[in-house]
Structure formats: structure tokens, C-alpha cells
């Protein structure tokens, strides 16, 4: 079951050392689409589950520009089982230091993640951990690496990054739409679920469920 109950007063934390790391950046499909290759049980000793990488949860990786530490947070929205050797006849080596040959298949299966980047945030740091400041939900003016490892967003984390001076913000949703195509309506919809899981009780939440709602069941008429 998902954990988006509201953090207590000890874990207000936007980011901590225990968050979940579930992967690493293999590719980009554009600077606001990643593809994040999960890590498996060769890589962790505790790797993540499926309920660690479900569809609509937030993300983060964090960065550093011009001297600055940034977390870029993000949102799963696919993912797919690709075994890209499969069909090769020749068998190879398991690893670059085992002579056995085994049939390519056995270690290339790989779950990956589509994310989509929400916005960033600077962080400041504390005993306890990370606090956001100075949160931005516009397009980030620069991308992550292939390798950067990319971490479950706390619900405290979630909550900071759509706190606004004057209520809720939610400057991403035009753009989430079109980076996430086919999902993009249901990804919406996850995010607001989340929201309201936490105690965030904002009537533009209730408008955009309304629009995304009557826009998707017009085009495709899956959402009700």
C-alpha cells in the first residue's frame, strides 16, 4: 500500500539519506523525459520493489549547478520489461570477469522508468537532512547525467514542492500533459490523489480534476 499519509513533526524533511534510491539515468528523451534503468538484486542488497517505483510516484535527483545542490523532482510515469539480447543465438559471458556462458536473456531483463521532471528546488542543509527553498515548477534550465540516481520523493518532500505563498502550486500540469502523452491525464490524477492523501485542501485542485477529467473522457473516454 502507498505511504502518502501526512510526515510527522520528526520527519518533515524534504529530503533525507534513508530515501529509497531506485535507480539510475540511462537516457533522455527530451530534457523533461528520463529514462531511469531500476536497480535489481545483482545491484542492491535491498532493491526496490514494485511499490517503490508504482505508477505516479514522485522522484528526485539531486545535483549540483555552479556550486548550488538541487533536486530536480520528477514523476513515474511508465514503466516496461525490456530483455534487449533475447533473441541473440550466441551465448556470452554472465560478467566481464566469469567464464561461464550463459543464454543472453538470464541478465539482461531490466525494468525502466519513465520520468517525467516536475520542476526543481535548492536545498539547504540541516542535522536532520534537506529542506527545499526557493522551489521553481518551471521547465529546469538544465538536465541530469546518465548515472545520476534518481530517489523516492518523501511525502513531506511533495508537500514542500506544492506549498505556494498564496496556496497550492501546480505550474507543471500543462506541461506534465504533454511530456507523459497517453498517460498524461492519469499521472494528473495520480498526483492530485496524492495531494488529497495528505491533507491538502486547495479548490484548484478540484478544478484541474474536472478539466483533466472531462478533457480525457472526451478525447478517449477512459477516465471517469
Do not use: C
Request: no cysteine; hydrophobic share 35%.
Amino acid at each position: 500500500m502507498t505511504d502518502t499519509s501526512p510526515p510527522s513533526d520528526t520527519d518533515r524533511r524534504a529530503v533525507q539519506a534513508s530515501d529509497k534510491t531506485l535507480g539510475t539515468v540511462v537516457e533522455s528523451n527530451s530534457q523533461m523525459d528520463y529514462a531511469v534503468e531500476v536497480y535489481r538484486e545483482p545491484d542492491r542488497e535491498e532493491p526496490p520493489g514494485p511499490d517503490d517505483y508504482e505508477f505516479g510516484q514522485p522522484v528526485y535527483a539531486r545535483t549540483t549547478v555552479v556550486g548550488d545542490e538541487y533536486a530536480l523532482v520528477g514523476v513515474v510515469y511508465d514503466a516496461k520489461l525490456v530483455a534487449p539480447d533475447q533473441g541473440r543465438e550466441t551465448p556470452r559471458l554472465s560478467t566481464p570477469d566469469q567464464d561461464v556462458f550463459v543464454p543472453s536473456y538470464v541478465d539482461e531483463r531490466q525494468t525502466i522508468l519513465g520520468v517525467a521532471a516536475l520542476g526543481y528546488a535548492e536545498l539547504t542543509e540541516d542535522d536532520d537532512g534537506w529542506e527545499f527553498e526557493s522551489v521553481d515548477q518551471r521547465m529546469p534550465r538544465w538536465t541530469l547525467d546518465v548515472d545520476d540516481a534518481i530517489r523516492k520523493l518523501s511525502p513531506s518532500g511533495f508537500e514542500q514542492f506544492h506549498e505556494g505563498p498564496d496556496g497550492i502550486r501546480l505550474q507543471y500540469y500543462d506541461r506534465l500533459l504533454a511530456t507523459a502523452g497517453a498517460f498524461g491525464a492519469e499521472v494528473v490524477l495520480a498526483l492530485l490523489d496524492r495531494l488529497d492523501q495528505i491533507g491538502i485542501d486547495d479548490d484548484l485542485l478540484d478544478v484541474i480534476e474536472q478539466q483533466v477529467r472531462w478533457s480525457n473522457a472526451t478525447d478517449r473516454g477512459v477516465v471517469r
